[in-house]
């Protein structure tokens, strides 16, 4: 019995049904396989179980489920069975199943195994910068490292995972979020190199509901470049936002340095800029820390007391470092047990019937 746990509409996604159908972006095997048995005739009835091989924050259900309702030959007599985007899974553990005559979805393996792949990568290692960083909040932040098209669904598993905001519109377009962001270093160069002059500019130009952060690096002195923007811009300042390059040194470290790895956005140039903005009376001004975070960086920085108020996250998020891919295999065909050699079929309560 379903809990009624919310899935997004299939219409979500947009997919391209027609090509999906024909099989132009499966495995040619896939489609072969499929042309076959309609050739044929035969038409088995198979259990196909679906898992991944370590533990992992789901998501690409429902994107999958879409596939499958919209792309297979025969929805009526296809059943599938599901969790939810956001569950915990565990290794082996089996994610969903879809049973019904073969020949009607054979063709859609490659896809929602690639959907289920994409997401799941994108949702743990999101979820794990979260753990790290929480109670404070995560941006994600990783769009320019990776191909415009796989925006939507990156942002929706980011959401699914704890990430506070996105950075494009289209990231948030699946669960009716916007893009949030910074005055940028080509804003600042675009005005000679004048930080406080662009935030300035932002501020004129910008509706109030939007929150300025300002970058405070580009003339590599932070210390210098916040104060200038808060007396600036004042109460309309949201946060700076801390991006030092990991090959420069801020001017601020430098007369600390030989304690420490001085380089980059480090724990002493967050507290220089922390305690210069206090001392002026500008103790409401965020910073926000980005710049090759990822779990092991932002954990230490907690663990330390950095006082960070939020963490910009980027391509740590969309690196493939493996353990996230999905397998489909056949486990029972016309009721019979039919699974290759190392595979059993492995039935899980926890999968919810879908309509």
């Known amino acids: ?45 198979v259990l196909m179980q ?46 969903m199943t879809i049973e019904g005559p073969y020949d009607a979805f054979a063709h859609l393996e490659t896809l929602y195994l690639g959907v289920l792949a994409r997401g799941t990568r994108i949702a743990t290692q999101t979820r794990a910068v979260v753990d790290a960083a929480a109670p404070k909040d995560v941006f994600f932040f990783p769009a320019r490292h990776d191909h415009y098209a796989v925006q939507a669904g990156d942002g929706y598993a980011a959401r699914v995972a704890g990430a506070a905001a996105v950075s494009t519109d ?9 893009g949030i962001g910074t005055v940028p270093h080509a804003a600042i160069a675009a005005y000679g190199g ?17 929150q300025l952060v300002v970058l405070v690096d580009f003339e590599n002195d932070s210390v210098k ?10 109460p309309r300042l949201y946060g700076v936002r801390l991006d030092t390059s990991g090959t420069l040194v801020d001017a601020s470290v430098i007369p600390a340095m030989g304690q420490f790895d001085p380089r980059g956005v480090n724990p002493q140039l967050v507290h220089n800029v922390r305690h210069a903005l206090d001392d002026a009376g500008f103790d409401w001004v965020r910073i926000v820390a980005s710049g090759g975070f990822g779990v092991d960086k932002i954990r230490s920085f907690e663990e330390s007391g950095v006082p960070v108020d939020a963490y910009g996250v980027g391509s740590s ?13 056949i486990v ?24």
């Not at 289209?170 to 916007?178: D, E, S």
């Not at 969309?318 to 397998?327: E, I, K």
């Open 194 to 210: 004048d930080t406080a002059l662009a935030g300035a500019k932002f501020a004129e130009h910008l509706p109030e509901s939007v």
């Open 170 to 178: 289209v990231q948030g377009a699946w669960w009716g979020g916007r």
């Open 1 to 45: 019995m379903a809990r009624g746990r919310h899935r997004l509409p299939p219409d979500t996604f947009s997919l391209p049904v027609e090509e999906i159908r024909a099989g132009a972006y499966s495995d040619k095997y896939f489609v072969r396989t499929r042309d076959v048995l309609q050739a044929d005739r035969r038409s088995p009835n």
């Open 50 to 95: 679906v898992f991944c091989k370590a533990c992992a924050i789901l998501c690409g259900v429902d994107e999958a489920i879409a596939i499958l309702k919209l792309a297979s030959d025969d929805w009526p007599a296809v059943a599938v069975r599901a969790l939810y985007d956001g569950d915990r899974v565990e290794p082996f553990e089996t994610v």
């Open 225 to 234: 470049t916040a104060l200038e923007v808060a007396r600036a811009l004042g």
């Open 317 to 329: 998020l969309v690196a493939n470092r493996g353990g996230f891919d999905f397998t489909a295999d």
């Open 332 to 355: 029972l065909t016309d009721g019979k047990p039919s699974a290759k050699v190392g595979r059993i079929h492995r039935p899980n309560p926890r999968l919810e019937e879908v309509p």
